[in-house]
């Protein structure tokens, strides 16, 4: 079945940083790309997603870059602050009927 | 006020008990899902549903039913038959439709604890 590959697993960083994130999926495909935040105790927010026919998007300080000739897309978080410290998650299509196969996620802690 | 909403926030069963996880969306949504999370895991698709009348089986329905039987609503019961039902449950929604796959949109999620 389809499966995705997320690493690290935890992410330290220091404030002002980047953080990088990355999914490798199996799927061939998959055409939509979301990535996830994930506070403490609630439920997961979408941050930004990707569609198949374009490379890469930004919001701010975020962007998410898609390659789908290696079959990888990255979450890029630029000047981090503490309050991006979460448990960030990418997901994709799986199996159709609208579903999404999550990521097992990245703890990531933004250092003062 | 619009979005998807889960109750309650923490729940306690003792073994053998049934309980029912409550989910209501006024997104005007057609799909919705529940997913089970355990602690330093992902997600995982319990059961989700297309439209009103019909759901189908996700990768871990084993001890879990649902029923979806108004567009808004989309309730989870854990049944004595779920052997490790101690975790935290999110539901999601989702627009449908011929552009493809819609973003889902989660709910505060219901913990819980079995005794």
């Known amino acids: 079945g389809e499966n995705v590959e997320q690493h690290p697993s935890t992410l330290s960083v220091q404030e002002g940083d980047s953080a990088v994130i990355k999914c490798t999926y199996s799927?061939?495909?998959?055409?939509?790309f979301p990535w996830y935040k994930q506070e403490l105790g609630k439920g997961p927010q979408l941050i930004i997603d990707?569609?198949?026919?374009?490379g890469e998007k930004k919001d701010q300080r975020i962007a998410v870059t898609l390659n789908k000739t290696a079959k990888h897309f990255s979450l890029h978080i630029t000047e981090t602050q503490p309050e991006d410290s979460a448990v960030y998650f990418c997901a994709f299509p799986a199996g159709g009927g609208n579903k999404l196969t999550f990521g097992t996620g990245t703890q990531l802690k933004v250092e003062l | 006020d619009g979005g998807i909403t889960q109750s309650p926030k923490y729940l306690f069963r003792k073994e053998g008990q049934n309980v029912t996880l409550s989910c209501e969306q006024n997104?005007?949504?057609?799909?919705m899902y529940w997913y089970r999370q355990d602690p330093g895991q992902g997600l995982r698709l319990i059961y989700y549903?297309?439209?009103?009348?019909?759901?189908q089986k996700g990768d871990i329905a084993e001890g879990y039913s649902v029923s979806r039987e108004k567009k808004e609503s989309f309730p989870l019961t854990v049944t004595s038959a779920q052997k490790n039902p101690t975790a935290f449950y999110l539901c999601a929604s989702s627009a449908t439709g011929t552009s493809g796959l819609g973003t889902q949109y989660f709910g505060p999620g219901t913990r819980l604890t079995v005794l």
């Open positions: 997104l005007n949504h057609d799909a």
């Open positions: 799927d061939s495909a998959s055409n939509y």
């Open positions: 549903s297309q439209i009103v009348n019909d759901f």
């Open positions: 990707i569609r198949s026919n374009v």
